[in-house]
């Protein structure tokens, strides 16, 4: 994990400058209520199969009796620079207990296994994700279905995007197949969001069939992190990045809003959007460029169309979603690519949501809320 940190503020405390030799004073500022010193840390790491970026900001009150002030100022030390590690360890915890299917003993692989008959008892946190996924499956038309495990297991392009690039010319050579129709079919028989039960929290999953929670599992991720995040009183403000699905929460020193930038789907490191966002928001994005391999000219990516079992191609080449839910904005996110622009917009309004998706001819399509939310 790379970390560092930058001290932002202060009133007389050059006095803690002797315990915290690592900081870096950069700026005199004052922020809105009383006068707290505010460190910034940055870090960068990996977990769920992406890179996260955190940036804190934590502040140390001034309040301090002077006799406890280095003590305490030691502590809050320490709490702070544990900081971006307890965020790994509940995006790691997230992943090695709920959500990796491919990890022996999560929860979803352990609903993978069961048996049909018996079904497997949902802990409180599965079952408030399957009911917003249900909400969305519904609502969608099915164009989000969290049971597609064997299509996408199939087509397997996360692993074939990340392992060999996304631009390898030889993919074919090296391996890389187009399902047969005949394979997609028969995955297609055990996909169908309508064929799980859920009873009396326990999940009863047909035989053959298995969730995949790719949709939706980066925008838990956020939903995770905040949780955390508030129970920490010394965060003023965050802005984490899980893959596709950004976290912003509290607020920034300067008093600004937080400023997250909408990729450009063929310009790597390009901006098509600035939103400027305040609180806590999660903006989310599905799009054709971020895993996919390219075989004679055609692009398969990751993201399916369960209606017919292929990548999906709506008109689409990416959808931004921002709710004050993570997992909605993911799952909506994955929605909107595989219905298109016109329901997509649709759909991300039933929901409270806002939309900014971009067509095959780099044509935007926007929900009213996200033209308030555009910088530039
Ligand atoms: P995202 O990047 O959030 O759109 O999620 C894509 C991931 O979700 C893929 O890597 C698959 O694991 C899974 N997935 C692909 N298509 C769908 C779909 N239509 N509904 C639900 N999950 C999907
Ligand atoms: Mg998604």
């Not at 002030?69 to 809050?76: I, N, S, V, Y």
């Not at 450009?264 to 391999?293: F, M, N, Q």
């Amino acid at each position: 994990m790379k970390c560092h940190k930058k001290k932002r503020v202060l009133r007389k405390n050059l006095f803690y400058m002797g315990a915290v030799v690592t900081v870096l004073l950069t700026a005199m500022a004052v922020t809105g209520c009383g006068r707290e010193a505010v460190e910034k840390i940055t870090c960068s790491d990996t977990a769920m199969g992406t890179v996260i970026q955190q940036t804190l900001y934590v502040r140390e009150s001034e309040d301090r009796e002077a006799d406890d002030r280095e003590e305490e100022g030691r502590e809050a030390q320490d709490d702070a620079d544990a900081l971006p590690a307890r965020v790994m360890d509940c995006l790691n915890d997230l992943e090695a207990q709920i959500l990796s299917w491919r990890l022996e003993g999560t929860e979803v692989y352990e609903i993978n296994q069961s048996d049909p008959e018996a079904g497997y008892p949902l802990s409180e946190k599965m079952s408030g994700y399957l009911e917003c996924i249900s909400q969305v499956w519904e609502k969608s038309g099915g164009a989000l279905d969290v049971t597609l495990g064997e299509v996408t297991r199939l087509w397997n392009i996360d692993a074939w995007a990340q392992g060999l690039g996304a631009e390898e010319e030889a993919i074919g050579e090296l391996g890389f197949q187009i399902p047969s129709q005949a394979a997609i079919a028969r995955g297609l028989e055990d996909t169908g969001f309508e064929k799980l039960r859920i009873e009396e929290n326990r999940i009863y999953l047909p035989e053959g069939m298995s969730l995949d929670l790719g949709a939706v599992g980066k925008g838990i991720a956020c939903d995770e992190i905040l949780a955390l995040l508030e129970t920490q009183e010394q965060v003023q403000g965050a802005v984490i990045s899980v893959g596709g699905s950004v976290l912003t929460y509290g607020s920034k020193p300067d008093g600004n809003c937080w400023k997250v930038g909408i990729q450009h789907p063929r310009e790597s490191g390009e901006y098509l959007a600035i939103l400027s966002l305040s609180g806590s928001k999660c903006v989310s994005t599905s799009g054709d460029y971020e895993r996919y391999v390219e075989l004679e000219g055609i692009r398969y990516h990751h993201i399916m169309d369960p209606e017919t079992g292929y990548p999906a191609d709506s008109g689409l080449i990416s959808a931004t979603i921002v709710s004050d839910s993570g997992l909605l904005s993911d799952a909506l996110s994955t929605a909107c690519f595989v219905l298109g622009a016109e329901k997509g917009l649709a759909l991300a309004e039933s929901f409270g949501a806002e939309a900014y998706l971009i067509g095959k001819d780099m044509e935007i399509y926007m929900t009213e809320g996200m033209k308030a939310l555009i910088l530039r």
